[in-house]
């Protein structure tokens, strides 16, 4: 039993529908296992530059520091394309203000789910693998980083410059992971090109020495970036830099049915896996998808992205396994069933809305 700060802050388009989905699960899980969740909701994105002019408050930031946690719908649309600070300026200032460096992503294609992808079935069955990125160092930050023109034109360079305390945390946060699941890590970087790539290397083989009972694996992005099409069930936990990890991660994101489906966490230490809220971590939860105007409001919303996330959430920063199962099993039981958002049923198929999906997840959890 214990007590929890949560700060939602669900954005814009179909951010507040999902994040009220998360939150009647959350609300469910409280109820059957005796613990007490308490929200603060604020703007942030687009509903933040209409009623305050920026999209990311001084004061959110500050009560996001106070929190335990952290779940996040989604920003931007087309309403604030034109707008000075754009919407999204909100991700990047969180993670920054709250020192997220690990992003963790998961891409696992649930059981009677495989037709939805566009990779063969035989390939992406059991496919279950997590992604950790790399998130505030760096290509994206490294300096120098700038643009000049010289007498051969135009010129422009960007670094990737990463330290070994930088390396040294994210590779750990991947074998602590690995340790509950089928414990291998795949630690992808250029090697055969890179000096940052040969340090990086160095460090996991150097941290591999801490985890006997984990196998760690090398490969090169560019070989990487086959296998995940072709042998993606191989893959267990999956470490890389924030570029790398930029792409890979998206490129194994279609391995799986629907961009509503996908979870994501950011944390800014080690999982606090197993220590039933005893250690609390902070984290930033959001599902992958952005805020679907064009279906904002007409109750087709997938809220499966977001209600993982929250499941992440319990496992990651308040280390509630049991807690988290009860939501994965409950929203693997209602796709087991046959229940469809409008995004992943087949054409012949008929849908649920985002509140019926809701209430069937939220009917599992009770009832596990
Ligand atoms: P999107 O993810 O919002 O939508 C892409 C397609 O997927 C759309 O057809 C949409 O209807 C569908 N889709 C997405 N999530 C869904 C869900 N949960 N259920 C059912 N269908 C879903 O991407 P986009 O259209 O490129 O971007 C729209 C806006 O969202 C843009 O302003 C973009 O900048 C923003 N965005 C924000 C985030 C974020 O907040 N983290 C991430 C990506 C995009």
């Not at 699941?181 to 801490?210: F, H, P, Y």
Request: proline share 4%; charged share 25%; aromatic share 6%.
């Amino acid at each position: 039993m214990g007590e929890f700060n949560i700060l939602l802050l669900p954005g814009d388009g179909i951010g507040p529908e999902v994040t009220e989905s998360a939150t009647q699960v959350l609300d469910s899980v409280a109820a059957k296992f005796g613990h007490s969740f308490h929200y603060e909701n604020d703007l942030v994105g687009g509903s933040a530059i209409d009623a305050y002019g920026v999209p990311l408050l001084e004061s959110t930031i500050n009560t996001a520091k106070k929190s335990d946690a952290v779940l996040f719908g989604s920003v931007g649309g087309p309403k604030w394309d034109d707008a000075e600070i754009r919407p999204e300026a909100a991700i990047i200032g969180l993670r920054k203000s709250l020192g997220l460096f690990a992003n963790i992503r998961p891409v696992r294609v649930a059981p009677g789910m495989e037709d939805a992808s566009p990779v063969k079935n035989d390939r992406v069955r059991n496919t279950d693998m997590i992604i950790i990125r790399e998130l505030t160092g760096g290509l994206y930050y490294g300096k120098p980083k700038r643009r000049w023109t010289n007498k051969a034109g135009r010129m422009a360079v960007d670094s990737m410059v990463y330290s070994e305390r930088e390396v040294d945390r994210i590779i750990r946060v991947a074998f602590e992971l690995a340790r509950g699941r089928k414990k291998k890590v795949t630690s992808v970087d250029k090697a055969n090109v890179l000096q940052v790539g040969r340090m990086w290397r160095e460090i996991a083989n150097e941290i591999a020495l801490d985890y006997p009972d984990v196998e760690l694996e090398h490969q090169l992005a560019d070989s990487c970036a086959m296998l995940l099409v072709t042998k993606p069930s191989d893959f267990d936990v999956l470490v890389t830099s924030n570029m790398f990890g930029d792409i890979l991660s998206d490129e194994a994101a279609i391995l799986t049915a629907s961009l509503g489906m996908l979870p994501s966490a950011s944390l800014a230490g080690l999982p606090s896996i197993g220590s039933s809220g005893t250690r609390k971590v902070r984290g930033l939860y959001e599902p992958i998808h952005g805020t679907a105007p064009d279906i904002a409001g007409s109750g087709k919303a997938n809220p499966i992205g977001e209600i993982v996330s929250a499941a992440f959430m319990l496992r990651y920063s308040f280390g509630m396994e049991l807690e988290a199962k009860a939501i994965e099993q409950s929203v693997e039981g209602v796709l087991a069933e046959g229940l469809r958002t409008a995004d992943i049923a087949g054409s012949n198929e008929s849908w649920v809305t985002t509140s019926e999906m809701t209430a069937a997840i939220v009917a599992g959890v009770k009832s596990i």
